[in-house]
């Protein structure tokens, strides 16, 4: 492996840290809960031998983490299907650029699906909110996390910290040859409307200051297009919206672990990946007269035309959106089994009393119906 101290304090573990992490994760105090999601016909202590014999990243992924997703996918999504990995070459590294509604299964999800067609798994950006206790870090740094700072603080420490970020992007593609999955937005997309940051297209170019084609060309960005029938952790984002309507949101002690758990329990319904066609650098040199403020615009808006192109809608967003007009125009899209069922959802926010339940439905349905104003009519 590729080593450059510069990364230290971002990077994932090295492959002679890995056995010393998996003994710490196997002896933590989650463990037998872990454990028993995981490998639920296995007794604890055949798991914590199991989980204590790995020594690579590749022998952990493979069979731990693959059984991660195999659980959360039998137990919580009915249906889950890719497309696009013909767009690919086995052996070439790519930036995928995700949009992003799921704070853990966007990511794991892909490398399920990577892992299951012969592909390399992808180095994973790694939220510094999320790394809340050692348990959390092992995992995640066992599984090609690299940890991303969010913005706050001082803009010098924030600039310095992006530069840092698009250093290490650029290291991983080209020298460590890995490829890396980023979202396209700082969080999830709560309201269902994917907007790619400008920010992060400048984040990118950052290592790469005097030519802005060849910042991007080089890191072979493809966008990928998740689409959840039934959108991850739907309730709690509602109410997040619906408080900050009236003040600025501020998370709740626990509110990311309390996500990450909802979303993968919560029935997802059918669940779609697009890996969609690659930015090539022919488009990227239409936009070679641009300003680089100009350029950044141009690339973000591309990537926000690719995923709206491969986003799947669902009867779910049809229903919502004929609720949200007061219409029936996408009628033909859906049953009145599956109105029902949506109706039905819309249900448990009635409990949510100290709210405008009205306005909090409409925000909920908002968040299902918002795709297809944007994928279908625009």
Known sequence: ?????????????????????????????????????????????????????????????????????????????????????????????????????????????????????????????????????????????????????????????????????????????????????????????KNGIDITDQGIIKMFCMSEPNNKIKALSELHIVPIAVSYEWESCDVLKALELYESQFRKYTKKPGEDLNSIITGILQPKGRVHFTLCEPISEVELNAFEHQTKNEYHKSVARLIDQRIRLGYRLYPNNYIAHDMLYGSNKYSAMYTKSEYDTFAKRLELLDKYDTCDIDRLKEIFIGIYANPVERNVEH
Request: aromatic fraction near 12%; hydrophobic fraction near 35%.
């Open 1 to 189: 492996m590729l080593k450059d101290p510069r990364f230290d304090d971002i990077r994932p573990y090295y492959e002679e840290e890995i056995p010393a992490a998996m003994q710490r994760i196997a002896t933590c105090k989650v463990f037998p809960l872990l454990s028993t999601f995981v490998y639920p016909d296995l007794p604890i202590e055949d798991v914590r031998k199991r989980i204590s014999s790995f020594t690579s990243t590749r022998a952990f992924q493979h069979d731990t983490m693959y059984q991660v997703n195999e659980q959360i996918i039998k137990r919580s999504i009915s249906c889950f299907t890719c497309s696009g990995l013909d767009r690919l070459h086995p052996n070439k590294q790519y930036l995928y650029v995700s949009n992003h509604r799921d704070i853990v299964l966007d990511a794991s999800l892909f490398q399920y699906f990577l892992v299951k067609n012969g592909f390399e798994t992808t180095e994973i950006t790694f939220g510094a909110n999320l790394m809340i206790n050692p348990t959390v870090v092992d995992i995640g740094k066992c599984n090609k996390m690299f940890r991303v700072e969010r913005p706050g603080g001082n803009l010098k420490d924030f600039y310095k910290s992006s530069s840092h970020l698009s250093e290490y992007i650029r290291h991983t593609i080209l020298e460590k040859k890995r490829s890396v999955w980023i979202a396209q937005r700082n969080g999830r997309t």
